[in-house]
């Protein structure tokens, strides 16, 4: 079956750093583009980054522009979100998500797979 596994996750104080890995089986991970989304408590899910699958080519949303680095092992089935200067806003369960053709425009019933998420917590 298919799977998507978050981890790496954690409680980390503001400033700090944290990697985040999404361990993919069950499709062929090479062929789709990938993304992290989160969720806040009590807010919607918010698109966070994506990776295409052959260019490599990253996008990242203004939140995060600066601080976040997104990367993948295609080799290794692995997607990373490297975080750095974490602020408390970051706090959100991160998920990790695959889809054909990744578009700016992206609604979460679009993506083909979901993971179950990883809870990320930035508090003094």
């Known amino acids: 079956e298919v799977q998507l596994v978050e981890s790496g996750g954690g409680l980390v104080q503001p400033g700090g750093s944290l990697r985040l890995s999404c361990a993919a089986s069950?499709?062929?991970?090479?062929?789709?583009?990938m993304s992290w989304v989160r969720q806040a408590p009590g807010k919607g899910p918010e698109w966070v980054s994506a990776i295409n699958s052959g260019r490599g080519s990253t996008y990242y949303a203004d939140s995060v522009k600066g601080r976040f680095t997104i990367s993948r092992d295609n080799a290794k089935n692995t997607l990373y979100l490297q975080m750095n200067s974490l602020k408390p806003e970051d706090t959100a369960v991160y998920y990790c998500?695959?889809?054909?053709?990744?578009?700016?425009?992206?609604?979460?019933?679009?993506?083909?797979?979901w993971g179950q998420g990883t809870q990320v917590t930035v508090s003094s």
């Open positions: 069950g499709f062929t991970f090479g062929s789709y583009d």
């Open positions: 998500a695959a889809t054909k053709y990744f578009k700016t425009t992206m609604a979460p019933h679009e993506y083909a797979y």
